[in-house]
């Protein structure tokens, strides 16, 4: 136990130490100046269905977003592909693609690879010479996240991870690559297992940068009106929305069928407001769950929303709930299981964002 406590003092330590100078180095007056700010959403049907509220308790795939030590609770093969239909109603019908998988590499490690793809849809190309769409035709921006992580079981008590991020955000003639590192802990305690408590770190790296031909523009000289030339237009690097989570969770067990599960996360983002976020879940023999969960941010009550409020900077309403049903192939304890999970979250606007879910589990 003293060696779980060192551990846990030693990772904190490393943790907040990477954190002083770029977690609690943002001014709220910079809010909208970070780029990449898909890092901010969680792509996966069942950890979204209570708002992030289960970052202490999150296992499986959705660890490598939510807190990357979850991964390590993989028995032996762990897949999982959800699709998500962002903001649901919007004119180019914008979804999210997510695939991941976990394998188990050693008695306490685990290796995962997931890769997340943001589809916006054809947008038309207008210049100030063609205002009128449809006359240029159309481009289409692209978005992916690769993630490479790795876990460990340091004992029955507490596990860590690291995750590198790969980013990539690109339209016809520009583009920007960068790279990002996520770190997390998590720590099992209590007579049952039942106490749980978690801390992440993401989104820590270099600013990025834009780059290609959409930056350079054919103009006329103004001494010299019969010649063009290339101007090229200089791109300012922006920084990534680092985020700081500190989670925490209970479980109250009911015999040997049921479990609700409490869970509260404290998230502080250096470009946005700070979050709040309170969730439950309930488990019926862990083949049924139903979970909602309530982020609260400064002016997420305003009237009118992000639209009519300058405090408010978040489209959701705050309001997300779920479902998961995971059925077992075999009555063996270790055998197959496959999973549907399903999550709605309230927006503002539009009708919402809607997540589906399959998982294999091995």
């Known amino acids: 136990m003293k060696k779980s406590f060192r551990y846990i003092a030693l990772s904190f330590v490393i943790l907040m130490g990477l ?11 910079r ?18 269905g209570w708002g992030n509220a289960g970052m202490s308790f999150v296992h499986g795939v959705e660890a490598i977003y939510g807190n990357v030590a979850g991964i390590s609770s993989c028995r032996t093969l ?18 999210i693609a997510s695939f991941g998988f976990l ?12 890769f997340m793809s943001f589809s916006i ?12 769409p449809g006359t240029l035709g159309t481009f289409k921006p692209n978005l992916m996240n690769i993630n490479l992580s790795f876990a460990k079981s340091f004992s029955n008590s507490i596990s860590g991870g690291f995750n590198l991020k790969i980013i990539s955000e690109s339209i016809k003639d520009m583009g920007g690559v960068g790279v990002a590192l996520d770190a997390g802990i998590q720590y099992v305690s209590g007579p049952f297992d039942n106490i ?7 989104n820590i790296g270099p600013t990025m940068k834009f780059s290609g031909d959409g930056l350079a523009l054919r103009v006329f000289m103004e001494s010299m009106t019969s010649q063009q030339f290339t101007m090229v237009q200089r791109a300012d690097d922006f920084e990534l929305p680092t985020q700081l989570s ?23 983002n250096s470009f946005t407001n700070d979050q709040l976020t309170g969730g439950l879940e309930y488990g019926w023999r862990e083949m049924f769950k139903v979970r909602a969960g309530y982020t609260w941010e400064r002016g997420i009550w305003a009237k009118g929303g992000v639209e009519n409020s300058d405090e408010c900077m978040n489209i959701n309403r705050g309001l997300s709930a779920g479902v998961s049903v995971e059925v077992p192939l075999s009555k063996k304890e270790d055998a197959m299981r496959l999973a549907v ?17 399959a998982r294999i589990i091995f």
């Open 19 to 29: 954190s002083a100078p770029q977690a609690f180095a943002g001014n709220k007056d």
């Open 31 to 48: 809010s909208g100046q970070a780029g990449a700010s898909e890092l901010l959403i969680n792509p996966w049907a069942a950890s979204s």
């Open 78 to 95: 762990d897949v999982n592909f959800t699709n998500t239909w962002w903001l649901q109603g919007v004119g180019n019908d914008t979804r």
């Open 103 to 114: 394998a188990r590499v050693g008695e306490s490690s685990v290796l995962g690879l997931s």
């Open 121 to 132: 849809g054809e947008i038309a190309i207008t210049t100030p010479d063609n205002p009128d």
């Open 196 to 202: 749980h408590f978690g801390i992440t770190l993401k």
């Open 246 to 268: 500190i989670a925490a969770a209970y479980d109250f067990l009911f015999a040997e069928t049921s479990r609700l599960t409490i869970a509260g996360n404290f998230c502080s």
């Open 341 to 357: 999970d399903y999550s709605y979250r309230d927006t503002y606007t539009y009708g919402g964002t809607h997540s589906v879910g």
